[in-house]
């Protein structure tokens, strides 16, 4: 019998956000920490992302938003309007995820919860040796991974997907079924049907020496971390590498260097990116020609001027976004602005409002043309193109780089850079303090 506790330490008033799509994995995650909730007084938030592919979707959505109302737990979900990758799967999950952060930060959760068992991960790891890795790369994916402020947990790591799904049938949990996962056209599903399947008639406990290889490479991969960072000090000015030094380091560690810093770009799902990407980026580096640039998967771009080499991500892949801001926004170049209830600090970074004298709710969104901003201190509009020019905004950022408006279309706020006239001193009466970071 699965008994989640034995393979979670779970503490009294933990907040928890659990990704669930409906399916028979992730429900049987739901149902095992509703039947712990009062034990540990767990806050449960279930965060659904619709796909919007299948006629169903709708129908499951409905059916997860009436499950948790009967089961009283906090339902959030959101749907997927467009799509721009031609990898589906890849862009999906990116768009999970993010949605998933903004929750754990809505609700000040402590961990986000996702229902990966042991398939997931031998898929994964044959993927990663087929197409090509790093060492961490290799062992697929952790059962707890840090970030910031909460951690990812998969606290079914150790269970296959038929063990679930007999959870399921015995404590009656409904589930739905996507029938998508059937279909050969997806990487993942050939492996779980053609080459899974016949490991598993070798051994049913095959996930088990997975796990182990997975811990193994992890373990290993620490070490080779901690020769990796020192390197990285050595190699690195800012956020470019210095392509003399680099060029100094043993061939493995250059190796390891490229694969932490496209981490940044790709974060817990590096099997977008191979050894024929490093392979690139390795002659770029290597290339007597001094300003050039190559492509990545999700428009990221390596560029090389000169003696520096950097990783951007193209602004065009960014769309425009309009944002109805309530407590806080997660953007998509990873910054935030969030409402806060005092500071002291006096920048750009901070904005204090008067509820009465702007209309609500405010709007985050990216510029437009002829906006215009009520400069604080001057008399009259200034365009915000013209503001971005004098403060040298790179134009790959200006674009999408967030401008905050009221309901009437009143620039209030441009994050980080300037204030407008209804942005008020600390001595003055306001009730909105918002906060880029």
Not at 306 to 330: A, G, K
Request: proline share 2%; hydrophobic share 35%; with cysteine.
């Amino acid at each position: 019998m699965i008994k989640i506790e034995d393979n979670f330490v779970f503490h009294n008033e933990d907040r928890i956000v659990i990704g669930c799509s409906a399916g028979p994995d992730s429900m049987a995650l739901v149902d095992m920490l509703l039947k712990i909730r009062k034990k540990y007084n767990l806050f449960l938030v279930v965060g659904h992302v619709n796909h919007n592919i299948r006629r169903e979707s709708y129908q499951e959505e409905q059916f997860l938003k009436d499950y948790c109302f009967k089961n009283h737990i906090i339902f959030e979900s959101m749907v997927i309007e467009d799509y721009g990758d031609d990898n589906f799967h890849n862009e999906a999950r990116n768009i999970r995820y993010s949605f998933f952060e903004n929750l754990v930060n809505k609700y000040n959760a402590n961990y986000l919860m996702t229902a990966h068992h042991g398939d997931d991960l031998v898929e994964t790891v044959l993927m990663r040796i087929v197409r090509g890795s790093n060492l961490g790369g290799y062992g697929g994916f952790k059962k707890i991974v840090s970030m910031d402020n909460y951690s990812i947990v998969r606290p079914l790591i150790q269970y296959t997907k038929e063990e679930l799904e007999q959870y399921d049938l015995l404590n009656n949990v409904k589930y739905f079924i996507d029938n998508s996962n059937n279909k050969d056209k997806y990487t993942r599903n050939r492996y779980r049907k053609y080459v899974l399947k016949p490991l598993k008639k070798e051994d049913k406990n095959v996930h088990l020496k997975f796990l182990k290889f997975s811990n193994t490479l992890d373990e290993a991969s620490k070490f080779i971390d901690r020769v990796r960072m020192r390197a990285i000090h050595r190699v690195m000015n800012g956020d470019q590498i210095v392509v003399s030094k680099f060029l100094e380091e043993e061939p493995y560690i250059q190796r390891e260097m490229l694969y932490y810093l496209l981490g940044e770009f790709y974060h817990d799902d590096l099997i977008l990116i191979g050894d024929k990407h490093i392979d690139l980026i390795l002659k770029l580096i290597n290339s007597k020609k001094v300003n050039s640039f190559i492509n990545l998967p999700n428009k990221v771009i390596v560029l090389k001027k000169y003696d520096f080499v950097e990783f951007i991500r193209e602004t065009s892949m960014i769309s425009n976004y309009e944002i109805e801001f309530d407590n806080y926004v997660l953007l998509p170049d990873n910054h935030s602005i969030e409402k806060i209830n005092t500071t002291d600090e006096n920048s750009n970074n901070i904005c204090r409002l008067d509820s009465k004298e702007i209309s609500l709710p405010l709007i985050v969104r990216t510029r437009k043309i002829g906006d215009k901003i009520k400069v604080k201190g001057l008399n009259g509009t200034k365009k915000v193109k013209d503001i971005f020019i004098d403060k040298k905004i790179p134009l790959n950022q200006r674009d999408s780089w967030p401008i905050v408006i009221d309901s009437a279309g009143n620039v209030v706020w441009i994050p980080g850079i300037k204030k407008s006239k209804f942005d008020k001193k600390k001595a003055d009466y306001y009730d909105i303090i918002l906060k880029y970071s």
